[in-house]
């Protein structure tokens, strides 16, 4: 077996009349994933995009509203909500691999509940009692689950009918490639399908440069939006060498053996593997440059919605006195 073996609509049809062993599978290629689809995988997966804010933000301003608080407190709450969401970790960069279903968004929301009732405490009006708050509280929560969760089958949906599968290269020993390959191909809704395989361990070392040459080759045309390492025989080395070279652009995910399923357990899968997705841009100056950049553009948020938000203060106060 190459080295590197790329799907193509030829390669597909041509693997269906010979196999290279008993084991692989490759997938069918992908479709494109259309513009619905793109921006509801965004929202369920709770990216800190401005689009996804202010939904969640007019969610939970209008759960607010319809549990009888007045319209400055719903708006305050829903502003609030936003604000905080990307500093809770509830919006945050996630991989399709991390956003399956709605378990991942459960503790997250928690968190920011617990800031949103403490706000609504210090700037609740005198005649909104707590059970008011409290109802507010509960249906916002219970929207934001189920609209996630109605997306979350949508999603998976279209990805069985292969929409917006992602290219991955995977990284490993021959059968594990095979094994992967096989295992993207039946579970569908983790997002991902594969596109190409690299084991650095063959024996022929001229195999191993040019399949080590084509993987760069695919991953500088972005080609590959995905990127599974497979830690299981392969020396640390190659795995130093693509997790330094990970940035903005994929997301890279390690794949545990079997066996550390049963030891330790493990919050994602793909399909019947425990995975560990890797964080976006390892490198230090990647990570600072990146930190800093998030700070600075919390920061310009913050001061364009002051004004709103001691307005919003203001105008409670006011009705308070009244």
Not at 24 to 30: D, E, I, K, Q
Not at 82 to 94: E, I, K, Y
Not at 199 to 221: E, M, Y
Request: one cysteine or more; proline letters at 6%.
């Amino acid at each position: 077996m190459k080295p590197v073996r790329i799907d193509s609509t030829e390669q597909v049809a041509a693997a269906r009349g010979r196999r290279h062993d008993a084991e692989f599978s490759p997938t069918v290629v992908g479709r494109p994933s259309p513009p619905w689809l793109t921006a509801l995988v965004l929202w369920q997966s709770a990216a800190a995009h401005p689009a996804v804010l202010l939904v969640d933000g007019l969610i939970v301003a209008g759960a607010f509203r319809h549990a009888g608080t007045t319209r400055p407190v719903a708006l305050a709450a829903g502003a609030v909500f936003a604000l905080v969401s990307p500093f809770t970790g509830l919006a945050a960069h996630r991989t399709s691999v991390q956003a399956q279903g709605i378990r991942w968004y459960l503790k997250p929301l928690a968190v920011l509940c617990f800031i949103l009732v403490a706000f609504v405490s210090l700037f609740r009006p005198d005649h909104l009692g707590s059970p008011v708050s409290t109802v507010a509280l509960i249906q916002a929560a219970f929207l934001l689950i189920s609209l996630r969760a109605l997306a979350w089958c949508a999603i998976a949906a279209a990805r069985r009918r292969d929409l917006g599968l992602q290219p991955t290269l995977v990284i490993g020993t021959d059968a594990r490639v095979n094994e992967l390959a096989a295992e993207l191909a039946r579970c569908k809704k983790v997002g991902l399908r594969f596109a190409a395989g690299y084991t650095p361990t063959l024996g022929d070392s001229t195999a191993v440069a040019d399949g080590h040459a084509q993987a760069f080759s695919l991953l500088d045309k972005n080609e590959i939006d995905h990127v599974l390492l497979v830690n299981d025989g392969i020396d640390e080395a190659v795995f130093r060498e693509f997790v330094l070279w990970a940035d903005d652009r994929r997301g890279y995910t390690l794949v545990l053996p079997l066996a550390d399923i049963v030891r330790h357990g493990s919050k994602y899968h793909v399909g019947r593997f425990p995975v560990v997705p890797l964080p976006i841009g390892l490198s230090q100056n990647g990570l600072i440059a990146k930190r800093a950049l998030d700070i600075a553009a919390s920061m310009a948020l913050i001061l364009m919605t002051a004004p709103l938000m001691l307005l919003i203060a203001a105008t409670i106060k006011i009705k308070d006195r009244d």
